[in-house]
């Protein structure tokens, strides 16, 4: 086996991070907790008079450098507590120290009570099914026609009413704080037609299927004979409470249903119509689709014509579409606590760094500078050891920046004529590696420095074949990346044999992993796995455009 040549250049003008005269600053750094002492992280912090504003990171940690001398106000700030100050002085060279609580807001609860009544003879209506939108719960109206439902939100509030035998009826209420809204239903019965009852059939249960299909199925009892039924199929939203037709004029007694949300209550009806024009409208059925899996693995999809981004739990049988925008959104990564996904947008039209939730909610534009470069299509970034910072590449420029897009940094610049490409940090060995290319994809070379970006020496040479994602192991005493060994050159950068190589820091010596790879394919984009015991990497085949194994 070929050895890489390897070489150590220690640069002389390494970047060192910008600094201002700390003449007359201090440093402001807290803890924000829950009244039970638990770390609260995510909470916004703010200043009066204005200075920086910061997040808290996963153990509710805050720091804010180069405060100016004086009194400050300080607000965090979480949806769903209760908006809390304090008062704190920052002195010249000290670091104010603050620890507050965070409480959560009462919810506004109110209650609402009713009775049905047929139209007709002022009678109460029992075993009558009363919903509501937003959906809270389902409920039967007892044998006098009532029905109450307690504890409910502070809301507008939509009730629905269904009842074999009457007309489909609803009505808009307002639930008030700490008051009992009351209300009386009057129903209209329905002409008997040639069938009076629909049936559902079974019941979508959400522990036995996946999220993003179920089948609904229905029967129809007393049903004249030669009558010939078909049927339209009503599905109610949540985002949705006038409903939506799935299937229209079909003859079987049961309809797929595809693309649902997860954690979420579904309404469903069957109307049922014969060949002499008469109607009958079903009874309002539910059924909750399974909570959101725990996503262990991110992938890309093409979608709607973008790369759209998709997370799969731990067995890859359920998967949820991550990110809906008309932009291509690539790259996803988590961060070391899994609590954000950071990923590339091009939806300003530049590749710029956005973070996430899991689940896909909360997406904050991080960047204005774009991820960019030779060669660099925004895969050039990485998180910090902590997930509260992330590193990445602008040109010949290598930058460190808070989640929230605030405290740009600048750690480091390319050797002339080059440009960052790739990243990685490693928290236990507090070392930064990096890729740097030149204007030809193949003048490839990996580069190690210090946190701080000082220090900025070189670990691999340009070698032979194609260089590419550097990554640490989770000790830090070891590095992955790929180099194509086929020898061969093209202006576009195709590689025929790349292979995976595990390189000892303390030895110099690499080794290839890539033993049984099939010919005629690629080893890419190694990392380990988040213990350690495994290096997850892409197989593909060389020829372009070909899909991932």
């Known amino acids: 086996m070929k050895k890489l040549m390897l070489g150590f250049i220690v640069l002389l003008a390494a970047c060192q991070e910008d600094t201002i005269d700390p003449e007359m600053f201090g440093k402001l750094s807290g803890r924000i907790t829950h009244d039970d002492g638990r770390p609260m992280p995510g909470v916004l912090i703010a200043t009066i008079p204005p200075t920086s504003r910061v997040m808290t990171d996963s153990l509710g940690d805050f720091l804010m450098e180069e405060i100016s001398v004086g009194e400050y106000t300080v607000t965090p700030e979480k949806a769903g507590y209760t908006n ?97 809204t009351q209300m009386t239903l009057l129903l209209e019965p329905q002409a008997q037609t040639t069938f009076n009852r629909l049936v559902q059939v079974g019941s979508p249960m959400a522990a036995t299927r996946q999220t993003d299909s179920v089948t609904l199925r229905w029967k ?31 003859a079987d007694t049961s309809v797929v249903v595809t693309n649902l949300a997860y954690n979420t209550t579904y309404f469903w009806q069957v109307v049922a119509k014969d060949q002499y024009g008469n109607s009958t409208l079903g009874e309002l059925w539910s059924f909750q689709t399974m909570a959101l899996p725990d996503i262990h693995y991110l992938f890309n999809r093409r979608t709607e014509g973008n790369q759209e981004i998709y997370g ?16 291509e959104e690539v790259y996803p990564r988590f961060s070391p606590d899994r609590q954000w996904i950071a990923y590339v947008s091009n939806a300003d039209g530049k590749q710029q760094l956005y ?26 970034f990485c998180w910090s050891p902590d997930g509260g910072q992330l590193l990445y590449s602008h040109y010949n420029k290598l930058y460190r920046i808070n989640r929230d897009g605030t405290g740009l940094t600048l750690l480091a610049t390319a050797p002339e004529g080059r440009h960052f490409k790739a990243c990685d940090w490693s928290g236990v060995a507090h070392k930064i590696v990096v890729q740097t290319v030149g204007v030809d ?57 790349a292979r995976i190589f595990l390189f ?35 197989n ?4 372009p455009d070909c899909p991932m194994q």
């Open 84 to 180: 809390e100050t304090a008062n704190i002085s920052v002195s010249q060279h000290r670091i104010a120290q603050l620890l507050m609580t965070l409480q959560e807001k009462a919810a506004s609860l109110g209650a609402l009570q009713g009775t049905l009544l047929d139209a007709l003879t002022n009678t109460p209506v029992s075993g009558a099914s009363i919903t509501t939108f937003p959906p809270t719960v389902a409920l039967i109206t007892d044998q006098a026609g009532q029905f109450a439902i307690d504890s409910l939100p502070k809301n507008d509030y939509t009730v629905l009413v269904k009842k074999a035998g009457y007309a489909k009826d609803s009505v808009k209420v307002a639930v008030a704080q700490n008051k009992t």
């Open 220 to 250: 129809v009892d007393n049903l004249r004979t030669g009558a010939i039924l078909h049927f339209d199929v009503l599905l109610y939203e949540p985002h949705n409470p006038a409903g939506k037709t799935i299937a229209t004029g079909i």
């Open 312 to 327: 799969a739990d731990e067995t890859l049988q359920h998967k949820i579409r991550l990110t809906h925008q008309a932009a």
């Open 355 to 380: 973070v996430m939730r899991p689940d896909g909610t909360e997406p904050v534009k991080v960047t204005e500078l774009p991820v960019a470069g030779y060669h660099n299509y925004g895969e050039g």
């Open 441 to 497: 994809i193949y003048d490839s070379e990996f580069y190690l420095m210090n946190e701080d970006g000082s220090d900025m020496s070189l670990l691999i040479d340009n070698v032979p074949g194609r260089l590419e994602y550097p990554s640490f192991s989770i000790d830090g005493k070891q590095l992955l990346f790929t180099q194509d060994v086929s020898g061969f050159v093209a202006a576009s950068g195709r590689q025929l044999d």
């Open 504 to 538: 000892d820091l303390d030895t110099k010596e690499s080794t290839s992993l890539s033993g049984g790879k099939p010919t005629g394919t690629n080893d890419t984009h190694p990392c380990f796995s988040p213990d350690g015991a495994y290096v997850l990497f892409e």
């Open 540 to 543: 593909s085949s060389n020829e």
